[in-house]
T-cell receptor, first 111, second 116 residues
Framework: QKEVEQNSGPLSVPEGAIASLNCTYSDRGSQSFFWYRQYSGKSPELIMFIYSNGDKEDGRFTAQLNKASQYVSLLIRDSQPSDSATYLCAVKGQAGTALIFGKGTTLSVSS | GAGVSQSPSNKVTEKGKDVELRCDPISGHTALYWYRQSLGQGLEFLIYFQGNSAPDKSGLPSDRFSAERTGGSVSTLTIQRTQQEDSAVYLC??????????????FGEGSWLTVV
């Protein structure tokens, strides 16, 4: 069974710090990886996607992918209180048609 | 439309009643997905449509759950004989094509179902 694992948190960081969110997946054939942010009571919104090993940067966000270790992470630089939310890692397996989501990591940024 | 539209936004129903949840995807999106999110839990995949057909319905939890899509657009998720464990947010999402190669899914605001 394909699984996506995340530490539920909460992860607490002070404003301005770097927040590091981690995710592992079980399907070695997975090819597409996504990070979504979900505010309480709201639907998930896409932050970033990554397909290739290495780093991908978009503003304050950097996604990192290591397929050999089946590991994907999200770094948030200069964390702001508005970044406080649950971050969902999602993976598309090689044979699957839908995204499989982890249960999410709750991030709290204190001012 | 500009985004994925779902209705109703909130539904309270009595145990044993049937409910229908509607999803109108982003215009031009051929792929449509239903997920379920229970309180404090992750997103549970239910069913995927490509056009009007459902190549993956492996996530439907029981035969009380069914879904259809007509005209390659609007989809309806039906839950028969609702149970209290069906209480959750039902999220619909759509994508331009199959996931991958730059296509990802965009979510609606969800239908909050409470079975009492």
């Amino acid at each position: 069974q394909k699984e996506v694992e995340q530490n539920s948190g909460p992860l607490s960081v002070p404003e301005g710090a770097i927040a590091s969110l981690n995710c592992t997946y079980s399907d070695r054939g997975s090819q597409s990886f996504f990070w979504y942010r979900q505010y309480s009571g709201k639907s998930p919104e896409l932050i970033m996607f990554i397909y290739s090993n290495g780093d991908k940067e978009d503003g304050r966000f950097t996604a990192q992918l290591n397929k050999a270790s089946q590991y994907v992470s999200l770094l948030i630089r200069d964390s702001q209180p508005s970044d406080s939310a649950t971050y969902l890692c999602a993976v598309k397996g090689q044979a699957g048609t839908a995204l499989i989501f982890g249960k999410g990591t709750t991030l709290s940024v204190s001012s | 439309g500009a985004g994925v539209s779902q209705s109703p936004s909130n539904k309270v129903t009595e145990k044993g009643k049937d409910v229908e949840l509607r999803c109108d995807p982003i215009s031009g999106h051929t792929a449509l997905y239903w997920y379920r999110q229970s309180l404090g839990q992750g997103l549970e995949f239910l069913i995927y449509f490509q056009g009007n057909s459902a190549p993956d319905k492996s996530g439907l939890p029981s035969d009380r759950f069914s879904a259809e899509r007509t005209g390659g657009s609007v989809s309806t998720l039906t839950i028969q004989r609702t149970q209290q464990e069906d209480s959750a947010v039902y999220l619909c999402a759509s994508s331009l094509a199959a996931i991958g190669a730059g296509n990802t899914i965009y979510f609606g605001e969800g239908s909050w179902l409470t079975v009492v």
